[in-house]
C-alpha cells in the first residue's frame, strides 16, 4: 500500500508510523527531515510543480515496493514556509524484515532528493535565497 | 504551448506561468530555452545560462536536447532541492 501527500501541514509522526506498524510488518524503517539553523537559516520555502510532484512520488513509491518485499511506503513532503525544527520531509517502509525496509527508506530518500521537482530557499531574517542543488545528492541518488 | 516556471526562474521572467507558440524551427527544448531568453529582459536574465536549467514535458524530467515534438507543457526550471 502506498502513500503519498504533499501538504503544507505538519507532518504527524506517530500517526504515521502506527499507520505503517498496522500493516502487518516486521519492521518499520523511516526518515525524518528537519529544517536545520545552520549559518543563521531561520526558516525554509518549499515550492514545487504540482501535479508532476504527486506522480514523480507516486512512480518511486512503485519503484520501491517492486524493487523490495514491501507491505507499505508513506512518502509525505511538506511545501510552504516552514520554520527552524519544523519536519519537511517523510519516508516510512513497512517490511516483514528490517534489511528490506532500511534499504527501500534509503532508496526513497536518496532518489527523492533528484526525482521529484521541489525547490527550496532559505530565510535569514528578511533575506531569502535559493538553495543550489548538491553533486553529493545526485552522486548518492546514482548509486542505487 | 503552455510554459511553467520555478523558482528563481519564475521570479526572473515575473509570471509562473504564460502560453506562448514558438516557430517552427525551435525543435528542441535548447532551442525553445535560446528563443525565450530573446522575449524580454526578464526571460532573457532567466535563461542565459542553459546549463543552469533544467526541463520536464509533459511533467517527465527531459534532457535539454529532447525535441518538442508536439509537447503541451513544459516547465524550465533550475536543479531541485527536495528533501
Not at chain 1, 55 to 77: F, K, N, P, Y
Not at chain 1, 81 to 101: L, N, P, Q, Y
Not at chain 2, 42 to 62: C, S, T, Y
Request: charged fraction near 25%; charge should be negative.
Amino acid at each position: 500500500m502506498i502513500r503519498v501527500s504533499i501538504d503544507p501541514a505538519p507532518i504527524e509522526l506517530a500517526m504515521e508510523l502506527s499507520a505503517l506498524e498496522e500493516r502487518g510488518a516486521g519492521g518499520v524503517a523511516s526518515f525524518t527531515g528537519v529544517v536545520r539553523g545552520d549559518g543563521g537559516v531561520t526558516a525554509l520555502e518549499l515550492e514545487h510543480y504540482p501535479g508532476m510532484t504527486e506522480d514523480a512520488l507516486c512512480m518511486l513509491a512503485e519503484q520501491a515496493m517492486d524493487r523490495w518485499s514491501l507491505l507499505g511506503v508513506t512518502i509525505l513532503h511538506r511545501v510552504g514556509r516552514m520554520e527552524v525544527g519544523e519536519r519537511i520531509v517523510f519516508i516510512g517502509t513497512a517490511a516483514a524484515h528490517r534489511r528490506e525496509a532500511l534499504d527501500a527508506c534509503a532508496y526513497l530518500i536518496d532518489r527523492l532528493k533528484t526525482d521529484a521537482p521541489f525547490w527550496k530557499r532559505e530565510w535569514r531574517g528578511e533575506d531569502a535565497s535559493w538553495v543550489e542543488a548538491r553533486q553529493s545528492d545526485a552522486d548518492a541518488a546514482a548509486q542505487w | 504551448m503552455d510554459l511553467l516556471y520555478f523558482a528563481w526562474v519564475r521570479e526572473a521572467v515575473g509570471i509562473g506561468q504564460e502560453q506562448r507558440d514558438p516557430p517552427a524551427a525551435v525543435g528542441t527544448v535548447a532551442e525553445l530555452i535560446g528563443w525565450l531568453s530573446t522575449q524580454s529582459p526578464g526571460h532573457a536574465e532567466a535563461f542565459a545560462d542553459p546549463a543552469k536549467l533544467r526541463a520536464a514535458i509533459d511533467q517527465r524530467f527531459v534532457p535539454l536536447d529532447t525535441p518538442l515534438n508536439g509537447a503541451k507543457e513544459v516547465a524550465l526550471f533550475p536543479p531541485v532541492t527536495g528533501g
